[in-house]
């Protein structure tokens, strides 16, 4: 199969050395892409800055920056995948003025204004008009599974995977993860902690499984059972 995978932090530019972004350090999309890969699948990473070497083997890979340059490598190339992981960390909000200089200091407090960022997620199946398996990330503090099942159904995914990013020992930056999967069928299963490479290679399975249309409903395979 064809797959798309997000993956990274962005960066929103304030001035020409200083920028807007996040923790994301990229490890868990780099992983799917290496997992699929190697699973003889066609990738293409759509990556945000990180201090990782792309996985060999990738039919395509975009190296992009801000919000905007991630919606356009992903709507340039997104046409004739069989599924899309939007792992990427991507900024929600960006300065409406990047400043052409170095801003200097001067008052004792200094205000940006900020507006939205492209949604990539939300623009796969209203704006690319696609079709294909639609797997979005969601990282949240809180009421983990309320939000995942509100954002599965407002970007029109078949696979929400939500990790906990409260929790200092999993996650962001970390070699491992622990994730929940919110199936669009209303199913739901954790994965308990493991290491990044391990979870893509569960993820990767699970993604090949939607895309023969299988579904959550597969059985008697083990993939979507609860745990
Ligand atoms: N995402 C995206 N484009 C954005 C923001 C997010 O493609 N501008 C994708 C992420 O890659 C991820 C999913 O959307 O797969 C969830 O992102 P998140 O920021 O958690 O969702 P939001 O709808 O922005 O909700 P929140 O209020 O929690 O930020």
Redesign the pocket.
């Known amino acids: 199969m064809r797959l798309l995978l997000?993956a990274g932090p962005t960066r929103e530019a304030i001035d020409p050395v200083r920028f807007l972004t996040n923790r994301s350090s990229g490890k868990m999309g780099y992983a799917i892409a290496e997992a699929a890969v190697g699973r003889g699948h066609e990738v293409i990473l759509v990556s945000g800055p990180v201090n990782l070497e792309p996985p060999s083997g990738l039919v395509d890979f975009a190296s992009v920056e801000s919000?905007r340059e991630?919606?356009e490598a992903v709507r340039d190339r997104i046409g004739e995948c069989d599924a899309a992981i939007?792992?990427?960390?991507?900024?929600?909000y960006r300065p409406v003025k990047i400043h052409e200089e170095k801003i200097k200091k001067s008052d004792d407090s200094l205000t940006l204004e900020l507006e939205k960022?492209?949604?990539?997620?939300?623009s796969a199946r209203s704006i690319f008009g696609f079709h294909g398996v639609l797997v979005?990330?969601?990282?949240?503090t809180h009421n983990l599974e309320e939000?995942a099942w509100a954002?599965l159904e407002?970007?029109g995914c078949d696979l929400l995977v939500a990790n906990d990013v409260s929790r200092r020992d999993i996650g962001f930056d970390s070699d491992e993860n622990e994730v929940r999967l919110f199936f669009h069928n209303g199913r739901r299963k954790t994965m308990p902690a493991n290491s990044k490479a391990a979870i893509g290679e569960k993820l990767v399975e699970i993604i090949e499984a939607l895309v023969k249309g299988a579904g959550a409903d597969a059985s008697p395979s083990d993939l979507f059972a609860d745990r």
């Open positions: 997000t919000a991630m919606f939007f792992c990427a960390a991507v900024a929600d960022t492209e949604d990539i997620l939300g979005g990330f969601a990282a949240e939000f954002k407002k970007k």
